[in-house]
């Protein structure tokens, strides 16, 4: 049982007169006298743990002060509450006699206690021996409620370089910007306190709504149960005896940025318990104080120490602002539930349902047009569908269309894409040659043959002969069940000459070499390589080391293409000064929440019309004209490498990628958009064409999509940090323009945040925030790693 009430356990103040009790001084505690009688209480739950309960229960064995009582609470493990009672026949054993969780287990506890204090010891913690002789001389005085004491982290292997101390909580331990001697606070820390048993006994002890149940890493328990006390006895005092001290041992699996990031987030849902229960004003009074002045003194602390040569200052101080967005990105969900709650609405009815699903299909208007029903074979109900609309095959555009009763039918569909996309549809006409739709019957529209039916459509650009060669690479581990499809879809491409080419990225699996294997056999085209190293930056440069081709186009592994897809790649190199061709990416499905929230976010597909982007601006080609817009010295242009495109979909002249070293490892995700960006800023041209579709199937689960958006925060900012770091051109350039692009991430109107609409949850906006602050410490770590790795060789 570790890490409890983590975030801001901090000092209400000094410890001032005026700030305790009756004007007592808090280094005085009380009249000389016998200290009182005191039970130790130890919660255990595992036996993968014994090692550590053993020295636990040692250390109290070892005090100076004895203890009156040691209990030992087993939550729900009758063979772990066997061995225990084996091995310490001199102490109470009982098992948790509530629900499974810590705070059941210390209630537990507490009705077995004899001692007039009882005092609570984490079973990964060991106690220094004047521990009881530091904490219990304070009870003296009788209004002192509880005390505790300092927790020092003990690292199993060494103390994580990017790890700044004002996040010590986040292990269990004491933190910068406690209190350094003897004062009051709102309230104490989990693995090191103490209270009067009958304050216990008359607040009916911790909370069982709160507390860590197994290794899920909640807390806030104790806080709610200090701020209780503390109104039911105003007078009465919490004091932190910082010479108390327990060491908490920090296991490596806690040293993570994963467990970091989990850590925090459920740190904020707690306090948005306790902020129900207790009120906000008592219930984040310290964590206040804490934002405004020890974050900040650790942020400037952690530049200054760049500034003196300890680049791990970079880390430090992005983990601070990372840490504390993702701590309030859990505050915002858990107090979203908190309103659920307030509504009294049954237990299944409190979560928002998400938006509708959305039905997606494909309209080709040289054909009969399809009816669009508002219900599945399943009997799912669609609000809107996502239809995207085709002539010959060319993508005209992409309509959102909400779905009336009964759907739409083949005429009001007709309706709709004369009225939204008829532009469009006579610019594709007139270079064919063809009447424009005007001149069409209204009621036609639609029918076999009526627009552009029975007339091929000549290629928009002469393609070039003979075809280029061209290597597609579809990294793998193996895990999407969407793989074997993928394949099939590329085997069955129009196009001459090309080879697949799959990479292994978990070659200790045996399901990649087999599927690949077996379609191999039948297609010489495929071929499997491995790429033991894991990570997507790694199996494309294993990919782009072993391909064939003049042209490398790159597919994800759960993707349907197109069966025109690499011709149109293909088809977008037109001149010698294009490196690169992006496509577009649209949604398989738009059956689950997330889905319909990843498109909101901004999705993968950028729009029907064709463009160059080049150092200078942006071209857009619009029938036979050619529309430049160059890069304005205002805009973020072009330092938004996300509009060029995605690494779902994507080729590069071959040649052109390895010179520029491939996809670099050192980032935490964004090396595709790193590499459009790196070609862009060279001189090279990137053409995005629409022509170029892929089908991705977006994940369905809600935690899939934050992680989602937090790499894409991450990966932005790591690109534009590697950039700031390596491109001496460039530097002056983007810092200049930062203050706008905060703007562009920030604002709600934004062309980025245009599309999010309302009940698109605001823990996905900070999430996604959190990574944008803390990619260039991602990237200084990578790199840093890096340099030392190169320097040791």
């Not at 005085?28 to 053993?54: K, N």
């Not at 296991?251 to 989990?262: A, E, I, N």
Request: charged share 25%.
């Amino acid at each position: 049982m570790t890490i409890h009430g983590g975030f801001a356990a901090t000092s209400s103040a000094s410890s001032s007169a005026s700030e305790l009790a009756a004007g007592r001084d808090p280094e005085r505690p009380g009249d000389p006298g016998p200290a009182p009688s005191v039970t130790v209480v130890i919660c255990v739950y595992t036996e993968r743990r014994w090692s550590q309960i053993v020295r636990a229960v040692e250390s109290v064995f070892a005090q100076e002060t004895p203890a009156t009582q040691i209990v030992v609470v087993v939550d729900h493990n009758p063979v772990l509450l066997d061995r225990v009672c084996h091995t310490f026949p001199g102490v109470t054993v009982v098992p948790n006699t509530g629900p499974r969780g810590l705070s059941a287990a210390r209630n537990t506890g507490v009705a077995e206690a004899r001692g007039e204090i009882v005092a609570f010891l984490d079973d990964d913690a060991e106690a220094e021996p004047d521990w009881l002789a530091q904490l219990l001389p304070h009870y003296r005085d009788e209004q002192v409620l509880a005390v505790g004491g300092r927790a020092l982290p003990a690292w199993e292997e060494q103390r994580p370089r990017w790890l700044p101390p004002e996040f010590d909580w986040v292990v269990g331990c004491s933190f910068t910007g406690q209190p350094t001697e003897v004062s009051a606070v709102r309230n104490v820390i989990g693995c090191n306190m103490s209270f009067r048993r009958a304050v216990l006994e008359r607040t009916a002890g911790f909370d069982p709504a709160l507390g860590r149940i197994g290794r899920t890493p909640v807390g806030c328990e104790e806080t709610e149960l200090c701020i209780r006390i503390r109104r039911q006895q105003p007078d009465g005092v919490v004091l932190y005896e910082p010479s108390a001290r327990v060491r908490h041992r920090v296991t490596t699996d806690r040293t993570t940025w994963h467990y970091f990031r989990r850590r925090c987030f459920s740190e904020g849902r707690s306090k948005a318990v306790v902020a129900r229960l207790v009120g906000s004003e008592a219930g984040l009074s310290a964590e206040r104080a804490y934002t405004r002045r020890a974050l900040p003194d650790g942020v400037r602390r952690g530049l200054r120490q760049v500034r003196d040569g300890d680049g791990a200052g970079l880390l430090r101080a992005g983990a601070i602002v990372a840490g504390l967005l993702v701590t309030a990105s859990g505050y915002i969900c858990g107090h979203a539930m908190r309103a659920s709650h307030a509504a009294g609405k049954p237990a299944r009815q409190r979560r928002d349902p998400g938006p509708a699903p959305v039905r997606v299909l494909t309209a080709e208007l040289s054909e009969r047009l399809p009816a669009v029903p508002d219900s599945g074979p399943d009997g799912t109900r669609y609000a809107a569908a996502q239809i995207l609309v085709r002539l010959h095959g060319q993508p005209l555009g992409l309509l959102d269309v909400a779905l009336p009763a009964g759907g739409l039918t083949p005429p009001a569909l007709a309706g709709v894409i004369r009225e939204r996309l008829c532009e469009e549809v006579d610019e594709h006409l007139r270079e064919d040659g063809l009447p424009p739709l005007d001149r069409l019957d209204p009621g036609l529209l639609g029918e076999a043959g009526t627009v552009g039916g029975g007339v091929s459509c000549p290629p928009r650009r002469p393609p070039q002969e003979p075809s280029p060669f061209v290597s597609v690479i579809v990294p793998t581990c193996g895990r999407t069940p969407l793989f074997e499809a993928a394949l099939d879809s590329l085997a069955a491409l129009d196009y001459p000459r090309y080879e697949i080419v799959v990479v292994d990225n978990a070659p200790q699996r045996s399901d990649t070499a087999r599927i690949v294997a077996g379609r191999a056999a039948a297609d010489p085209r495929i071929r499997c390589t491995c790429e033991p190293r894991p990570g997507v930056t790694h199996a494309r440069n294993r990919g782009l080391a072993e391909a064939r081709g003049e042209i490398v186009a790159f597919a994800d592994d759960d993707v349907m293409v197109d069966r025109q897809w690499l011709r149109a790649l293909v088809d977008g190199f037109t001149d010698a000064d294009v490196a690169g061709v992006t496509g577009q990416v649209l949604a398989r499905e738009l059956e689950a929440p997330a889905q319909i929230w990843i498109e909101q976010y901004g999705g993968y597909g950028k729009g029907c019309r064709r463009r160059r982007f080049d150092r200078t601006g942006i071209s857009t080609v619009e029938a036979q004209h050619v529309h430049r817009v160059p890069a304005s010295p205002r805009s973020l242009y072009p330092y938004l490498p996300g509009s060029y495109g995605s690494g779902a979909n994507m080729a590069f002249r071959a040649a052109q990628l390895r010179r520029l070293g491939g996809f670099d490892p050192r980032l935490p995700s964004g090396e595709d958009i790193d590499v459009l960006l790196r070609l862009v800023l060279a001189g090279h041209s990137l053409v995005y064409e629409p022509g170029a579709i892929v089908w991705h199937t977006h994940r369905r689960e809600v935690r899939a999509l934050r992680r989602t958006v937090y790499q894409y925060g991450t990966g932005l900012s790591a690109v534009l940090a590697k950039c700031v770091a390596t491109d001496a051109s460039a530097r002056v350039d983007l810092l200049r323009r930062l203050p706008r692009g905060i703007a562009y991430a920030l604002l709600p109107r934004s062309g980025k945040n245009a599309r999010k609409q309302d009940g698109y949850p605001a823990s996905f906006t900070v999430l996604e925030l959190c990574g944008l602050a803390l990619g260039p410490a991602y990237y200084a770590a990578a790199a840093w790693s890096a340099r030392s790795r190169r320097g040791r060789r």
